[in-house]
């Protein structure tokens, strides 16, 4: 099978799984796997987004659901929005061992008033109007400069509730509900999550490749010749 990867990186992949589930430190794992095969940033990025301790991984696929009609939904906005427009930019996107679909984009975003974001937004609100859930809130981070036109945007456009908040992902797991990101610590910590990324992707994108990294992972784990 073709892979976009490098074979270092496949192998840096397996052995991370390993030493994560034995219980290994994150960032040693991290650390020793990025050095064992010369791992670029963009790489070492790959592992730490969308490798995760076995139970971890299950944990989330567990909760994931996937028909949300009549159901009340809570959207980080922000990081489903940036996931949208990284595919309309021609980013690669990568399927994660727990189901959820995640870019490489740095989190640090300076243009959230360029096109790609405007029109990444436009077509998530346009998506979640269509989805038959009971009801919807899009939450956004208020420290970023464009959020009081994008939160306007999306209620008078779209017809979508929204709220600015300090911390979106305090916000968003508070709810309760069924959460819309893929930030993998809401996942842990919400009791119901939808991948809305994915979804839009899927549905408006579907010329978009996803690499599926969790494919990588099923022909088990390679014990790293140091840890033998």
């Not at 290994?24 to 730490?48: C, H, I, M, N």
């Not at 600015?164 to 508070?174: N, T």
């Not at 939808?194 to 899927?202: E, S």
Request: charged share 25%; glycine share 6%.
């Amino acid at each position: 099978m073709y892979s976009p990867l490098r074979a270092e990186v496949l192998e840096a992949i397996r052995d991370y799984r390993y030493l994560l589930n034995r219980g290994y430190p994150q960032k040693a794992s991290l650390d020793f796997v990025t050095s064992r095969y010369g791992l670029r940033r963009d790489e070492r990025a790959l592992l730490l987004r969308c490798v995760h301790r076995s139970s971890d991984a299950e944990s989330v696929r567990s909760k994931t659901v996937r028909r949300v009609d009549g159901e009340y939904l809570v959207v980080d906005g922000y990081n489903v929005v940036l996931t949208v427009a990284s595919a309309m930019e021609g980013r690669q996107l990568f399927l994660c061992d727990d189901g959820f679909v995640r870019d490489l984009r740095s989190s640090y975003v300076k243009d959230f008033d360029s096109p790609s974001i405007t029109s990444s937004l436009g077509l998530v609100a346009e998506v979640l109007t269509g989805l038959g859930a009971a009801e919807m809130l899009v939450v956004l981070d208020k420290n970023v400069s464009w959020s009081s036109k994008h939160a306007e945007l999306i209620r008078e456009r779209y017809g979508l509730r929204t709220a600015l908040a300090a911390r979106a992902d305090v916000e968003v797991i508070g709810s309760g509900r069924v959460v819309c990101s893929s930030d993998f610590v809401i996942l842990m910590k919400a009791t119901k999550v939808f991948d809305l990324a994915q979804y839009v992707v899927k549905l408006k994108l579907p010329h978009v490749e996803i690499v599926d990294v969790a494919s990588y992972l099923k022909s088990g784990p390679r014990l790293p010749d140091e840890l033998a």
